[in-house]
């Protein structure tokens, strides 16, 4: 009984190990792409149409509280993201598998996208409740440093040819960056001052936005998950391409030596 049990286990770690060889990861990404976009424009459009015209403003902030139902995803993703290329950094460090490695290099972009609109959505929203647009609060300064570390990540990338060191050496920045995207989710649980309020979702019933506003965010946070997966796919679907393009490039090089 033991034995079929480790079996299947072994049979759902290969399962996810396939995702990590080339071919089968542009097989099995060519076939799950167009259902993931879809879900997204779904999810999406439910989401945004639902919170932006079909919410009543709130008392305290009128119809400024719906600009939720894009910061929140848009920041969640933000952070969320650095963590998917902390995971893939590590498998890379370990496991040596390119798709890995291509996969947080795919990230990267989209994680900056999702800074830059989170930060200027906060902003937007900072003016009129606060009364300014930026303040050093602890977890608007910890975002900032997390936007200038992927800023870093993808110039690592660009500047070091080889791509196996430039794999080694943004691995390296994902582990010491995931410290600041930390700060980003729990600064307001480490120090208790600050203007940014508490979390809109939380395990905690009492600490999320009314079920009128939550129900709505919940589905755009859905929808912004869709778009990094699909965008993601997208994204390291071209960093394969390009990885080929190069080492064909290299044996040409080689043979013409």
Request: proline share 3%.
């Amino acid at each position: 009984m033991e034995s079929t049990r480790t079996k299947q286990a072994k049979d759902r770690w290969n399962w996810l190990w396939e995702w990590a060889n080339p071919v089968k990861f542009m097989a099995l990404s060519g076939k799950a792409l167009p259902w993931v976009i879809g879900l997204t424009v779904i999810s999406l459009t439910v989401g945004l149409v639902w919170g932006f015209f079909f919410t009543p403003e709130a008392i305290n902030f009128g119809s400024s509280v719906k600009i939720i139902y894009v910061h929140v995803p848009s920041a969640m993703m933000a952070i969320n993201i650095w963590v998917m290329m902390l995971v893939a950094s590590l498998i890379w460090l370990v496991r040596r598998h390119h798709v890995s490695a291509l996969a947080a290099k795919a990230a990267a972009l989209v994680g900056v996208v999702m800074t830059v609109i989170a930060l200027i959505t906060g902003a937007i929203w900072g003016e009129p409740m606060w009364g300014t647009y930026w303040a050093w609060d602890p977890r608007l300064t910890s975002f900032l440093v997390l936007f200038l570390f992927y800023l870093g990540y993808m110039a690592l990338w660009a500047a070091i040819e080889d791509p196996d060191t430039a794999a080694d050496l943004t691995s390296v920045l994902a582990i010491v960056g995931s410290v600041f995207a930390l700060l980003s989710r729990y600064a307001v649980n480490f120090w208790n001052q600050g203007l940014h309020q508490g979390a809109s979702l939380s395990l905690d019933k009492e600490e999320n936005v009314a079920d009128v506003y939550w129900q709505p965010l919940v589905i755009c946070l859905a929808g912004f998950v869709l778009l990094f997966i699909a965008l993601l796919l997208v994204r390291t679907r071209t960093e394969v391409r390009k990885r080929r393009i190069h080492a064909l490039e290299m044996r040409e090089r080689m043979a013409d030596a």
